[in-house]
């Protein structure tokens, strides 16, 4: 099931980063930093009472010209709009309501999205009250007085978020049709791929009900099966200033990763994999998807025998966290290949959710362990008791061992290599959770 999103927006100074550090918690120093990915806390998973959610910080605006903030704050509207399920309106009670706050209300109320207004800096309720109710001006609903530095109403405030979050059950339950994200930097082909599909197999282009973002999805249909292409092509507009632009598809494709069983990275053959490629790489490995690379623009490379074995060990490379992904040579504009991409889905989707045998799966555990000594530290030496599989999107593996901090990252990755060795398990993560059983 797909996690609500939720934007923070707001002015410069109103404590966004504070609030967004807070409700991130530690969470966001646990999440190991994949290799080769410069981790931009632009989103974090967080979680209040029983749900989940993912975080998004539309921040980092550089106070220039008040012209320039007033429409770069407009744009982080936009972009919480769009993305977002609940968006989190954050000002400062210090300042007090000024014209900026009301512009950005205006666009908030009328996207109809559910808007949680939220007053920072309340250091004192008895102090600062009085002056909290002056929000109420701004016409979309009662202020919530928190005090981020503090840690002062972040539960009432999350209890009002939640309340907001669309119920997906129902929604999840009737619709298990394959959902494919593609994703990628601007301009690499991402739209002209779709359509491509789409016109190849003649089908309807379709609102999903119930989709709770602006985006459109496309519904295609191969081979008697539907698919739903989620899209996150399409920038409304060109931004001025270039992180801006990056910060944008990033936020856009944590929401589309966020619903897809299956991402389609796409990748300019003529640029290769850049860091940002490497980023957006490394939001769909962290969600756990299935993952196919898809090298576009292949028509215009100049090869020889060897061409394709350079570019893919130069992907492995760069990529070298997610050594499972599939890679694929295409070419939109000829249509070279792009038949075999439903084929790629298609296998994908099934590892992802395959499951194991628990006898078969500690059959192979066990051979692993007589073929490679488990590691050993003063004498003593890690056992491992039992493997099973208790989850599929990703297939995950608890090991029950005798001591945790004996189990090495490179021994975990050794088990993972032997399960994939018998299993396949192309295209998608595995997750390994390693619990301790003492007495034993």
């Known amino acids: 099931m797909s996690k609500p999103v939720v934007a923070v927006v707001g002015r410069p100074n109103v404590g966004k980063s504070t609030l967004f550090n807070v409700l991130a918690g530690e ?18 998973d967080a979680s209040w009472l029983d749900k989940d959610f993912t975080l998004i ?13 007033l429409s770069q704050i407009r744009e982080q509207a936009q972009i919480a709009i769009e993305t ?31 808007v949680v207004l939220v007053v920072n800096k309340v250091d004192s309720f008895e102090k600062y009250m009085p002056d909290v109710y002056e929000f109420y001006n701004l016409g979309i609903g009662e202020p919530v007085p928190i005090s981020a530095a503090s840690m002062l109403g972040i539960g009432d405030m999350l209890d009002e978020v939640v309340r907001h979050f669309p119920d997906q059950s129902a929604e999840e339950e009737e619709d298990d049709r394959p959902r494919i994200a593609v994703i990628g930097k601007p301009n690499v082909g991402k739209s002209s ?152 889905i298609n296998m994908v989707i099934e590892n992802n959710s395959m499951r194991i045998a628990t006898g078969v799966l500690n059959e192979i555990v066990s051979e692993a362990v007589a073929m490679q000594q488990p590691p050993s530290d003063k004498g003593k030496r890690l056992k491992i008791f039992y493997t099973t599989q208790v989850a599929v999107k990703p297939p995950t593996f608890v090991v029950f061992v005798n001591d945790k901090a004996l189990m090495h990252f490179s021994y975990v990755r050794y088990l993972e290599n032997r399960i994939r060795d018998t299993f396949g398990f192309r295209g998608t993560s595995l997750k390994f959770v390693i619990r301790e059983r003492k007495g034993e």
């Open 57 to 69: 910080d539309t921040g980092g605006i550089e106070p220039n010209s008040h012209d320039i903030i």
């Open 193 to 344: 791929l779709v359509n491509h599909l789409l016109g190849e197999n003649r089908v309807i282009v379709s609102d999903i009900a119930g989709t709770t973002r602006d985006a459109i999805d496309t519904v295609i249909k191969r081979n008697g099966q539907e698919y739903i292409f989620i899209d996150t092509a399409g920038l409304r507009r060109k931004s001025r200033i270039k992180e801006d632009l990056e910060r944008y598809s990033i936020i856009r494709a944590v929401t589309a990763v966020e619903r897809a069983d299956v991402v389609l990275i796409m990748i300019d053959a003529t640029e290769g994999v850049t860091e940002q490629d490497a980023k957006i790489a490394g939001i769909a490995h962290d969600r756990g998807k299935g993952i196919i690379i898809v090298v576009n623009k292949w028509d215009a490379i100049e090869k020889d025998d060897k061409t394709i074995y350079k570019h893919t060990d130069r992907i492995r490379q760069i990529l070298s966290f997610m050594p499972y992904a599939e890679i694929m040579f295409i070419s939109v504009k000829t249509g070279q290949r792009t038949g075999k991409i439903f084929e790629m």
């Open 27 to 44: 969470r966001i120093s646990i999440v190991k930093d994949t290799p080769g990915v410069t981790r931009d806390r632009i989103y974090a």
């Open 84 to 114: 977002a399920d609940v968006i989190l309106f954050l000002t400062d009670v210090r300042q007090g309501l000024i014209d900026t706050d009301a512009k950005v209300a205006d666009l908030l109320r009328r996207s109809r999205k559910p």
